[in-house]
């Protein structure tokens, strides 16, 4: 692999021999309930992940489909009843759009919160405290300090504004004393910001959208962008065009993905022992 090709898988096995040594001590294993609403093929892809990463380490890993046309009350009754049976509850994003997300994230109790999108564990985050962190910021932050790239003073641009990568991102880096400028799909004269990072963290979603054009020279590209292009999963940028100008990028497949589930995972077994203990 290229030196300056930052390996999500490797980093993820790291963290999953260590999670699985723990479970392997545990007389009981931890048990991650999955909730997934309706049929989002991105979500989905994850979800299988997870069941089937969880399951290799020895979790109890429930997948709980639900039809699309469910209800927020029934779905909301049901996010609580596992909570009461589950180590770890995990709402499946996005959801169906007649259904409220954020009624939906409120019902998840925080100490069995292992992805981090309740209020009160978001709450947390602005305060500081990351004991329950969103599974894909804390995988990028695991991975730039794996990496050795130091946050403290740069300039962070994340081209994502959502709930499950860029809001969260944006304090967990801004924790750690970077410069944050966050980019959304109204953002006017984007290569202005992506030209002056020092660290690009991409989650669009759109295959080729991250170009050699828009980046300073030795920059840290994290693609956080995922979607199939041609019957291959792809992220956002144009990796062959771009790798070389910068002095890391995570690739994708390989980058972000299998660290986030990792992440998920570790998470769960957190609650676990944070509840026993
Ligand atoms: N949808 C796609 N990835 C994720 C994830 O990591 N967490 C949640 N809650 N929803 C997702």
Known sequence: MDDNIIDGRAISEEILDIVKRRVSELKIPPKLSVVFCGNDQGSDIYTKIKKREGEKIGFQVDIHRFDEKITQKELISDVKKLCNISDGVLVQLPLPNHIDKREVLKNISPEKDVDGLSPFNLGNLFLGDESFPPATPKAIITMLEKSNVELAGKNVVIINNSLLIGKPLAIMMSNRKATITICNSNTQDIIEHTKNADILISGVGKPGFIRKPMLKKGVVLIDAGICKF???????????????ICSKITPVPGGVGPVTVATVLENTLNAYLRRKN
């Not at 041609?230 to 070389?244: P, R």
Request: glycine letters at 14%.
């Open 230 to 244: 041609k019957g291959k999963v792809s992220g956002d940028a144009d990796f062959e065009e771009v790798k070389d």
